[in-house]
């Protein structure tokens, strides 16, 4: 089962390699996650506003949202990929006086497509889901209601914290320095969802 | 006197053409999967923009031809010319 999931980790990686897209789905993953986060815990923060919002509301608003999400990633992603990687084989069809349709290049822009789109879609969705998670936790043990918020505030920021560590890692910058921008820039969300709030009521 | 089923090829050297990717070393590997193949030295000889001529010299006691140039293919490259071949009779008849 191991050597399973290994063989299929080899050739998703050697598809994103071959396609060109292996730095363009990383791009894809911390943008959908920040956008996920950022997404879901301003409806989190948003729904506390309202006196009497039940975490099932909140947890059923967050998940249609996070659903949003995965299908707008996954078939924008897949469509626009699909046509980049189209007009790449082309380009190379072209200088190797060749048609390529039955070639490995061939195969990886499609597969490579696909899979930045999964990428795309499912990491905005997890991110999502992950900070809505104390909300669904509370939905079987109501008892967690009361710190369902904290703990959604907790996790965002820990989210945006690790996604700086991973970017800083990427771009081999000061680790703390990043992950305390993005953590700035979380809290410039909320800080905005709250005086939103504020003045509209 | 052998037919020609018991003549096995020993070396092959292709003058081919390739995209950037997959890349020399993956290329190679891959390559070196065929059936009967023991050595593969792919050598670059000219860089363009979107493609790369390369020197492939394959080794080995009974290469698949038919494999080998169908491996070349899938790997995204075209054959320009086959331009050495190395082909050995079995010891038994020598």
């Given at each position: 089962m191991l050597r399973l999931i290994k063989a299929l980790l080899v050739r998703i990686s050697r598809f994103l390699k071959y396609s060109g897209k292996d730095i363009v789905a990383r791009r894809y993953f911390v943008?959908?996650?920040?956008?996920?986060?950022?997404?879901?815990?301003?409806?989190v923060v948003g729904a506390n506003f309202v006196r009497g919002t039940s975490?099932?509301?909140?947890?059923?608003?967050?998940?249609?949202?996070?659903?949003?999400?995965?299908?707008?990633?996954?078939?924008?992603?897949?469509?626009?990929?699909?046509?980049?990687?189209?007009?790449?084989?082309?380009?190379?069809?072209?200088?190797?006086?060749?048609?390529?349709?039955?070639?490995?290049?061939?195969?990886?822009?499609?597969?490579?497509?696909?899979?930045?789109a999964l990428i795309n879609g499912l990491a905005s969705f997890t991110a999502a889901t992950t900070v809505l998670l104390p909300y669904i936790i509370s939905?079987?043990?109501?008892?967690?209601?009361?710190?369902a918020l904290y703990a959604a505030f907790a996790i965002a920021l820990a989210m945006l914290f690790t996604l700086g560590t991973i970017l800083a890692k990427v771009s081999r910058q000061n680790i703390l320095?990043?992950?305390?921008?993005?953590?700035?820039?979380?809290?410039?969300?909320?800080?905005?969802?709250?005086?939103?709030?504020?003045f509209t009521g | 006197m052998p037919d020609k089923q018991d003549v096995k090829l020993a070396k092959i050297v292709l003058d081919i053409l390739k995209p950037h990717t997959p890349p020399l070393v993956d290329f190679a590997k891959e390559i070196a999967n065929v059936d009967g193949l023991l050595r593969v030295d792919a050598t670059i000889v000219e860089v363009d923009t979107e493609t790369e001529s390369v020197k492939l010299t394959v080794e080995g006691n009974d290469i698949n031809l038919e494999k080998l140039l169908e491996t070349i293919k899938r790997m995204g490259a075209a054959i320009h010319s086959i331009d050495q071949v190395v082909a050995e009779r079995p010891l038994r008849h020598r």
């Open positions: 943008l959908s996650v920040f956008d996920g986060t950022l997404a879901a815990f301003g409806i975490p099932a509301t909140i947890v059923a608003a967050g998940i249609g949202a996070a659903v949003a999400m995965l299908i707008s990633g996954v078939t924008g992603t897949f469509m626009t990929e699909t046509a980049e990687s189209k007009k790449r084989l082309k380009e190379i069809e072209e200088a190797m006086l060749a048609d390529m349709d039955e070639s490995i290049v061939a195969e990886a822009g499609s597969y490579g497509a696909m899979i930045a939905l079987f043990y109501p008892e967690i209601a009361g710190i320095a990043m992950s305390i921008k993005m953590l700035l820039v979380g809290l410039l969300a909320i800080t905005l969802i709250l005086l939103l709030q504020f | -």
